[in-house]
């Protein structure tokens, strides 16, 4: 016990910190949510007037609205663009350490970068629609980064640029891991590749699956920075996302009560999509336990 | 820590209340000040480390610890300093966010000072009554800009043939026209920041009638906000930004700044800090002409911006007497002509003589647009710049007018429904 006691230092005492910090502090903010606080914090209580107008108001309506068009269509098609990157990366191809790192190198790079840079190359006078009109296309048109409705979807294109490597990296993991017997097996039987891969490989990816869309929808949820620097919530305020909507509440309207009713909500948001994702952890293992 | 026995904090207190035994004080004790701004680069910088070496001047020892970035991190920084109880001695805040924050902290009662000065008479009505809420002086106004100037390119002026700067809103749209007719791409040059967005609704509104302004915006009164003039300032909007390059996304204004001193965009409702960034950018003053913003009554009307300081109460006697060192120098004229040629606002008092040297024609045509315009009752509030109502209720209004400005299929009778209910349900 003495002489294991350093790692239970290292482990324990680190663990216990955060967990406590996370746990006040989400106490905390419950608490200042139901309190009449603006500029700083106050005691009193206001009951559910915080939420109320937090749920009423249009900046929280439109932020709620992207997250599900946002959040699912993310998750969605980075799921799907880093299967098939995993896919093609499988193939034993020459080179594959320097795609593999060229894919997952935007993970390396903030979200401020990220935002910033799209900003440029969809902003239609500029980036690439100005160079499609320069090579002589002058009727194309690529202009979702001011174009109210389609505005949300550049957000999914530089969050998909993102950290559709990430996926790709876990599914190829996945795919390197299916057992080499299995495989020829149904080469035997003769099944050719893309049965091969939808019969065989794929089925055994989706604890993988899960993997990522979890981790990519609690991403999708506290997403801030990125449409920070990309539209900063415009054009208008057609491109909100709860994590704005509290940003912009707490210290630019300085109403720290209704910011925390909305730092609730999103937490709320996370907890729908965390929740379902331990049962089924739990439910697994239950599973395996009794097998 | 100093020990502070309660002597030495009785002769403190005298020394920063009673002007007269100010000069005796001195000698006894240091002043010292501490203070926090979010000017930490360019000509902001450099402007309050200049006041900064005029105070060490005075004997004073000067401690500033700028929060670099937007003025609401400065603010968490203050936020944080007041909940600690260690509030800085002086710190950067301006508008009716002084009223909001002087009801969470002690300030300093800044009267006396102000009166031996005979500071109040020089200070325009509107902008006095931010700094003196409840009645006292508790912050003192530092420089003042108009967000309403009116940059005219001269080259697409030359396009359009056109030589007059236009004094209403029928002229401007007159002389946007001909710039349209004339060859200029787009005749309004604008960013897509939300201050951007609210500038133009602002400056319309004001401009087609100040006392509509005052009711509704910065009275906030019913009927005012559903009134007529309300209705026209979103007319006038709208046609503002069909003339913008709606490309603009959500950049700065600044990006715009070649294309419209080459012509291709012509005029710019920007505040007078614009003039700066244009001289900073490496164009000249052949390159554009300034005005005030279009007015109806053909009379100047002034959007008020003004950055300050806030003065918070603490006992040490070395910060009480630095807080009447730096009322005293932040009042001087002298000071604010130092202040101003750095950063091309103008000086809040409005005896200074803009006529000699180290002025700017902007600067002198905004001076004289102040004078006028306070004359003329017509010096306003900017809503834009947190000028006219606290944040929270400033924001509630720009998410209508940049949702408007952004949309076209929003009807000038909706945003007006639409801005009355923001101000209900921010109230």
New interface residues.
């Given amino acids: 016990m003495v002489r294991r006691l350093p790692e239970y230092l290292t482990i324990w005492v680190p663990l216990l910190l955060s967990a406590a910090h996370l746990v006040s502090f989400s106490l905390w903010t419950i608490w200042i949510s139901f309190t009449p606080s603006?500029?700083?914090?106050v005691s009193g209580w206001v009951g559910l007037r915080n939420y109320t107008?937090v749920l009423?108001?249009?900046?929280w309506q439109i932020a709620f609205d992207n997250l599900l068009l946002f959040g699912s269509a993310f998750v969605l098609l980075s799921l799907v663009t880093g299967l098939i990157l995993a896919i093609l990366l499988d193939q034993r191809i020459r080179g594959e350490n320097v795609l593999r790192s060229i894919f997952l190198y935007p993970l390396a790079v903030s979200f401020v970068v990220t935002g910033t840079v799209w900003?440029w190359l969809l902003?239609?006078?500029?980036g690439i629609q100005k160079l499609v009109h320069d090579f002589g296309w002058t009727s194309f048109r690529f202009?979702w980064?001011?174009d109210?409705d389609m505005a949300i979807w550049t957000i999914v294109i530089a969050a998909i640029w993102q950290s559709s490597g990430f996926a790709m990296a876990l599914f190829l993991a996945g795919l390197r891991s299916v057992d080499a017997d299995l495989i020829k097996a149904a080469q035997i039987d003769g099944a050719g590749p893309v049965r091969m891969y939808r019969r065989v490989i794929l089925p055994t990816l989706w604890p993988i699956t899960i993997t990522v869309i979890v981790i990519q929808l609690q991403f999708a949820i506290s997403t801030f920075d990125l449409v920070r620097a990309l539209?900063?919530?415009?054009?208008?305020?057609?491109t909100q996302l709860p994590a704005l909507v509290v940003y912009?509440l707490m210290?630019?309207?300085?109403?720290l009560g209704r910011g925390a009713a909305a730092a609730v909500l999103m937490l709320l948001i996370l907890l729908a999509v965390l929740l379902p994702y331990a049962a089924w952890r739990y439910l697994q293992r239950r599973r395996v336990r009794h097998a | 820590m100093p020990m502070i026995t309660r002597r030495r904090l009785l002769a403190g207190s005298a020394a920063a209340l009673a002007l007269p035994a100010f000069a005796r004080a001195q000698s006894a004790i240091k002043p010292r000040l501490t203070a926090i701004s979010q000017w930490s680069a360019g000509s902001d910088g450099a402007a309050i480390t200049a006041l900064g070496k005029k105070f060490e001047e005075k004997g004073g020892v000067w401690q500033h610890s700028p929060v670099p970035g937007f003025t609401?991190e400065m603010?968490?920084k203050l936020?944080a300093q007041?909940?600690a109880g260690d509030p800085p001695a002086c710190s950067q805040l301006k508008g009716p966010?002084i009223a909001?924050?002087s009801?969470?902290a002690p300030t300093v009662n800044l009267d006396e000072l102000v009166a031996a000065a005979g500071y109040e008479k020089f200070v325009a009505p509107d902008l006095a009554k931010l700094h003196k809420p409840g009645g006292k002086w508790i912050a003192l106004p530092l420089q003042i800009y108009s967000t309403n100037m009116l940059f005219l390119s001269k080259r697409a002026m030359d396009k359009a043939k056109a030589d007059k700067i236009p004094v209403t809103w029928a002229d401007f749209n007159g002389l946007a026209e001909k710039m349209k007719a004339g060859g200029v791409a787009y005749p309004i040059a604008n960013g897509?920041?939300r201050p951007d967005d609210g500038q133009k609704f602002e400056a319309a509104l004001a401009g087609i009638s100040p006392a509509a302004y005052r009711a509704a915006i910065m009275n906030l009164d019913k009927k005012a906000l559903e009134g007529p003039e309300v209705r026209a300032a979103f007319v006038q909007v709208r046609k503002i930004a069909d003339w913008m390059?709606?490309?603009?996304?959500?950049?700065h204004f600044s990006t715009n700044l070649k294309r419209f001193v080459d012509g291709d965009m012509g005029m710019m409702i920007m505040g007078g800090w614009a003039q700066g960034v244009l001289r900073n950018a490496g164009f000249k003053f052949e390159d554009f002409m300034i005005a005030p913003g279009p007015s109806d009554n053909g009379k100047s009307v002034f959007l008020l911006n003004a950055d300050a300081f806030i003065f918070w109460q603490r006992k040490e006697p070395d910060l009480q007497a630095g807080q009447a060192l730096m009322a005293q120098l932040v009042m001087d004229p002298a000071i604010q002509t130092m202040y101003s040629q750095i950063t091309g606002s103008i000086p809040v008092r409005t005896d200074v003589d803009l006529s000699g040297e180290g002025w700017s024609d902007g600067q002198r045509r905004t001076a004289a647009a102040l004078k006028d315009a306070i004359a003329s009752n017509q010096a306003v509030l900017s809503v834009a710049h947190n000028m006219a109502q606290?944040?929270?209720l400033t924001?509630?209004l720009i998410?209508v007018i940049?949702?408007?400005?952004?949309?076209k299929t929003i009807k000038p009778e909706q945003a007006v429904t639409r801005l009355a209910e923001a101000v209900e349900?921010a109230r």
């Fill in positions: 603006t500029l700083v914090p107008s009423a108001s249009r900046n900003s902003n239609p006078g500029i202009d980064l001011i109210r539209t900063n919530g415009g054009p208008g305020i057609a912009d210290f630019q309207r300085n109403l | 609401t603010m968490n936020r007041i909940m966010e909001a924050w009801k969470i897509g920041t390059d709606p490309n603009v996304g959500a950049q606290e944040n929270g924001a509630a998410d940049t949702e408007y400005v952004k949309n349900s």
